[in-house]
Structures are given as C-alpha cells and as structure tokens.
C-alpha cells in the first residue's frame, strides 16, 4: 500500500562505542505493508541469521560486527572486536564484556511487535513496548541473551571463552522469561528461543513479560502485551452487491466501503485501494470515514478493490480478508460486434444515437436485416457495382457464367429463359394461370368458371391465387385437381403471384368479362 505517511521506518539509536543501532520493520499481511508499533511502541526487524528463526533483534556493529546471539564455545583473542575486551569494552580485568545482553520481543495478533534491550551495564536501552491481541489471543516471545565471556590463558595467551560460573553464581549464561497467562519460560543455556501466551484479562488488560539474562550477573529487559478490543468490521459494495459485480464496459461502478470500530476502539484512517494497494484518486485517508469512489472500467477485465482502515488499536493498514471484484465485459448492443476492447457496427451499419442503424450504399436494398444489391448488381466489399458478365469483376468473378450471353448490342445478360440470382444466370420463374383454359374469357353473368394455375423455378410454398377482392383462393405451385367452379357474377381478376429464386416477387393473372345482357353474340 503506497501509504507514504506510514512508510517511514521506525529508527532507535542507541549510542554505546560499537556505534548507531538502527532498528526496522516491515510485516506483511493480507497484501498490506504493515509499519510501525501500538502508539508509543517500535516495531523491529524479525530478521537475524542464527540457529533460532525466531530471534528478534540486530546486535550492533563493531569493526566487523559481533556475532548474532548464539550459544556457542567459540574462542576469541582478547582484542579481537567479536567478544573482544578491548579499551573500550572491559566491565573488569576478568571478564570480556560485550555492549548489548538480552532482547526481548512480543508479537501480537494486529500484526504490530514490541522490543526492548538491556546492555550489560544493566541500562535497559529501550522498555515500556507494547503489542496487542484479541480477547483469548496468543502472543508470541521471542527472546535472545549474548552469551558472557570471560578471560583464560590459552596457548599462554589471554583469550576470551564462554563463562562457565562460579561456586557462588550458579546462573552460568542462562535466560528466564516471565510473565502470566504461560507460565514461566525457563530456558537454562538456551539463550535464544520463542514461546507462546495467552495474556488474561478483558480488553485494556496490560500484562508484563520480563526477559532475564545471567551471567557474571543479571539484566532484565521487558515487554508488554495488551488485550485490544476486537477488530474493525469492514465491508465493500459495488453498486450495492458485495462480492463480485458484473458489469458492461462503459458501465459506471459506484464502489461503497464502510468502516465500524469495536466498543473502546476508535477509526484513524479509511481508505480505498486498487489491486495493487494504491490509494484511489480522489480518496483520502483522513477524516476516517466511509468512502466512494466512482468507476467506470475502459475495457474488458477483472478490477479488484479493497476497504482499508487503521485504528487505534489496530494501527496497522489492513483489508481483514475483505475486496470487491467488479468483471467488465463487452456486451455489444443488436448489429455490433466486438473489435479488440470495443464494440463496432456490422458491415452496412452506422452508429447513430448510440443504436448500428442500416444504412445500405446505393444500388442496393435492405433485406432480412441486410443489405443485398439490387439485380444488375454485384458486391464490391461494401459496394454494389454494375455487374456485367464480360468484364472481369474484383472481388466477384472473373469468367461469365454459364446460360449468359452477349446480344447483338454488345450487351452481356443471362440468356433467354434465364434470370441474374446474385452473380449467377438461374432458370427464370415461369407462372401461369387460366380461367377455362384461356388467359381471358368472356361469359354471361352466373356462368359458371374454372380456374387453373402453376409455377416453376420459383422458391417453394411462396405462390398464392387472390382474385381482384384479395381474397384466396389457394396456394401452392398448382391446382392438382379442378377447383370448384365459380359464378362469374361481375368482371374479375385473378392473380397468382410467387416469389422467384432471387428473392423477387412475380405474378400472372388471368381475367373474367361479363357479356352484357343485351349484347347479341
């Protein structure tokens, strides 16, 4: 979480002869780059390189540096920096003193951990930390103690080997830690090691833990652990849902994140952030509130967001488990497709409105939601161009296709018989109907009538016969069988009409005239 104002790490200086103690840290939990301790605390590296994974503290630099705090038999020339008693670290003649002792570490459950130090002239160079966990938590010790040293003649030489006690001091380099809610921790030779405890008390309850290293003496150093209150709740909405909200790309996200401190707690600060744990724009962390941030996602994808709050009891930036996922997709409206991260009209479409209206070039119509090109005409891409058998077309066909031919004016056409279906010379439709056998009669009035028709070349079950009312009177390519006989009480027409193999509609009709009664014949 780029949240600059808490990356300062937290530095302690301790000034003893081996020089400047810097001490940091950084935690990590749920994605979030968790610094610093409980107001009035530190937070420490939990990074030193010994036998113990668990050691707390960085021992400070002399010439090279003291070893980390291991239980070892080393020997040591007695100026040698490492363990050395040099001018500037003899406590006494007898003994070879080193600046630093014990460390003493807590970690607690809000992801914040408490050190302290004590040197060996029993100054405790830090105390007073304190951590934190729930109500019933565990906190876990971490402790370390410099094994003491003192002064042999080896090789006929002075040398620095590890204390070995005396008949009046029994306490030969040993820890002990103490504290409640675990009991005692009593290490013997171990100097380095970790246990666990669960603090008693309710909420505010301060319990006290005491690291206590011996050697040629005894130092103590001390942390503290408090029982917090339980943590912030935080939520996350996306236009009201939680989890994941699916929305079209353009679609505007209204993200909610709403931040509740427990009883005895209180909210310091509040934010929202991405994916990568960056503060959104426009969204501060102060006043700590509940924020809103509006979104609107530019193209399709997965966008994750997290609530995350401080507290003053739980002063490190945290999400508890909590994100929203707003899903973009490309929903392309009706006559549009998709194009990369956008949606485009389809081929003779225009966006107009918001809407992919048709628009067809010229020559050309709309059928069945499309643009065809009128008969004549041949498609060129998106154009319709005058198509003539004998040119060589790009894009259609470069041959004259079978059944055309060139007539006498030079004009290439489909022949005799045939029609243009596309690119292509298909049979012509050919219809025909009568009235008693002829395409026009003359009869008296209450003469009965037969009428006949039928159609080939043309798409099948698209015929019908309608006389001049528009009435039906059948369907299909023929009448199979006579039809019954109609009165001709006045003039009529019929008309069978069929929808040919291009798509075009043709008709045929066939006429009924009344011979005036009066006419002679």
């Known amino acids: 979480m780029n949240h600059n104002e808490d990356h300062h790490l937290t530095v302690m200086g301790m000034c003893a002869a081996a020089g400047l103690l810097v001490v940091a840290a950084v935690f990590l939990s749920s994605g979030f780059n968790l610094v610093s301790g409980i107001k009035g605390g530190i937070a420490v590296v939990n990074n030193s390189a010994t036998s113990n994974a668990a050691a707390v503290a960085y021992w400070p630099t002399y010439d090279g540096g003291y070893p980390n705090p291991l239980n070892d038999d080393t020997v040591y020339a007695q100026n040698d920096p490492k363990y050395g008693c040099g001018a500037?670290?003899?406590?006494?003649?007898?003994?070879?003193?080193?600046?630093?002792?014990?460390?003493?570490?807590?970690?607690?459950?809000?992801?914040?951990?408490a050190a302290s130090r004590v040197q060996n002239s029993g100054a405790v160079s830090s105390s007073g930390m304190t951590t934190g966990v729930a109500p019933g938590g565990t906190a876990t010790l971490d402790y370390a103690c410099q094994p003491y040293r003192t002064i042999n003649y080896i090789d006929g030489s002075q040398k620095c080997t590890k204390y070995a006690g005396s008949a009046t001091n029994s306490y030969a380099n040993s820890s002990t830690v103490t504290g409640p809610g675990g009991a005692v921790v009593y290490s013997g030779s171990n100097l380095v090691g970790s246990a666990s405890v669960n603090p008693p008390g309710g909420p505010g309850t301060v319990s006290t833990y005491t690291l206590e290293c011996k050697g040629q003496g005894s130092w103590k150093t001390s942390v503290s652990v408090r029982i917090l209150t339980d943590p912030p709740e935080v939520a996350i909405t996306g236009n009201g849902s939680s989890g994941t909200v699916s929305v079209d790309v353009g679609e505007p996200v209204t993200i909610a994140a709403t931040f509740d401190a427990a009883t005895g707690d209180a909210l310091e600060k509040t934010a929202i952030n991405d994916i990568q744990n960056n503060l959104l724009p426009g969204v501060t962390w102060v006043p700590p509130t509940d924020k809103t941030y509006a979104f609107t996602p530019t193209a399709p994808g997965q966008y994750v967001f997290y609530p995350a709050v401080q507290t003053t009891?739980?002063?490190?930036?945290?999400?508890?488990?909590?994100?929203?996922?707003?899903?973009?997709?490309?929903?392309?409206k009706a006559n549009a497709h998709a194009e990369g991260n956008s949606c485009v009209c389809n081929a003779f479409y225009q966006l107009q409105g918001g809407i992919c209206t048709i628009s067809c070039p010229p020559n050309a119509s709309e059928q069945g939601g499309t643009c065809a090109c009128n008969p004549g005409y041949n498609l060129a891409g998106t154009s319709c161009i005058l198509f003539d058998f004998c040119l060589n077309i790009p894009g259609a066909q470069t041959a004259a296709p079978e059944n055309s031919s060139r007539d006498a004016s030079g004009n290439c056409g489909c022949s005799d018989g045939y029609q243009l279906v596309g690119s292509s010379c298909m049979l012509a439709a050919v219809l025909d109907i009568k009235v008693n056998g002829q395409p026009s009669v003359r009869v008296r009035s209450g003469t009965n009538t037969t009428i006949t028709w039928s159609a080939s070349n043309i798409t099948p079950d698209t015929c019908s016969v309608r006389d001049a009312g528009q009435n039906t009177i059948g369907t299909g390519t023929a009448n199979p069988s006579p039809a019954p006989a109609r009165v001709a009480a006045h003039e009529n027409t019929y008309t069978l009409t069929c929808t040919d193999l291009s798509g075009q509609q043709k008709s045929a009709s066939a006429t009924v005239k009344i011979i005036p009664s009066l006419e002679e014949v």
């Open 88 to 113: 500037h670290f003899c406590w006494q003649s007898a003994f070879c003193a080193n600046p630093y002792m014990g460390a003493l570490s807590a970690r607690g459950a809000n992801n914040q951990t």
């Open 313 to 332: 009891n739980y002063p490190g930036w945290n999400n508890y488990s909590k994100s929203l996922t707003v899903s973009a997709s490309l929903n392309c």
